[in-house]
């Protein structure tokens, strides 16, 4: 059995008093969590949600970082400031990262051997467009996303490293991909992870699945071999969509 993970992407929503409210309540509602729990804030609200969530299951997760670690970059957060203030794990390669901030491959994989480096575990997410996947490149995409953003990443440090499938015509749409084509499209995943490490790494790795998960039908995508968590946007904004979506199997 492979662990599981369920991890809430808040994007831009909630400011520090917003996010610190609703961290105390979600944690009052998925006690009983039996599966890892991250919630990941904007950058200045992750203060109060450490605080909020301190002694609870939550973990707390950033939504980006710089692939520097110091020094005159405008704008920028270093793994070692968001460690310092208490995150544990951070998402990288989101697809609205690669869209609309033009985050390439090379990039992303500066920024995920910077994480591991600075003792942050990372999730690191891939997706094909609709055309793309219309245009019969899905694999190809998966399998460019996986082994770019991978580059020079040991066997060992894979343990340290989830990865996200999030087909990117599914985010915020209220289209699901089936359970099926979500369950293919994990298993050619984790096939290209076995070319790279062999199959321990490949067996234990959390491959999370997201784009418009929901309580209605986050069990039926948990239910398949290869789905072992969610990256939740939309419905991680809400404790009443949330914890049940955490709390799926109990
Ligand atoms: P969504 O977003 O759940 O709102 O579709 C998922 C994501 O972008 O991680």
């Known amino acids: 059995m492979r662990n599981v993970c369920i991890a809430g992407n808040w994007k831009m929503n ?23 729990v991250v919630v990941a804030p904007p950058f200045v609200t992750i203060a109060s949600v450490v605080e909020a969530v301190d002694g609870s299951v939550i973990e707390v997760g950033a939504q980006n970082m ?41 990039f992303i994989n500066r920024k995920v051997k910077l994480a591991l480096e600075q003792d942050l575990d990372v999730i690191l997410c891939v997706g094909e467009t609709l055309e793309e996947r219309e245009a019969g490149k899905l694999e190809e995409v998966l399998k ?42 994990h298993a050619f995943i984790r096939s290209e992870i076995d070319k790279l490490y062999g199959k321990s790494v490949a067996e234990s790795l959390i491959i999370q699945y997201g784009g418009s998960v929901k309580p209605s039908n986050v069990k039926d995508l948990m239910a398949m071999e290869h789905i072992d968590g969610a990256l939740v946007g939309g419905a991680s904004l809400s404790v009443e969509q949330f914890a049940p979506i955490v709390r799926y199997n109990v």
């Open 144 to 185: 460019r996303q996986v082994v770019e953003g991978l580059r020079d990443i040991s066997a060992q440090s894979m343990a340290r490293i989830i990865v996200a499938y999030e087909p990117v015509w599914a985010i915020g749409t209220g289209k699901t991909a089936t359970p099926d084509d979500a369950n293919s499209a």
């Open 14 to 36: 909630m400011t520090p008093s917003e996010g610190a409210a609703f961290a105390k309540a979600l944690a009052e509602a998925v006690k009983d969590a039996t599966v890892r």
């Open 66 to 106: 710089s692939d520097q670690l110091s020094g005159a970059y405008t704008g920028e957060v270093s793994a070692p400031m968001l460690k310092e203030t208490g995150v544990s794990i951070v998402i990288l390669g989101h697809s609205e990262r690669r869209a609309l901030y033009g985050e390439t491959d090379a």
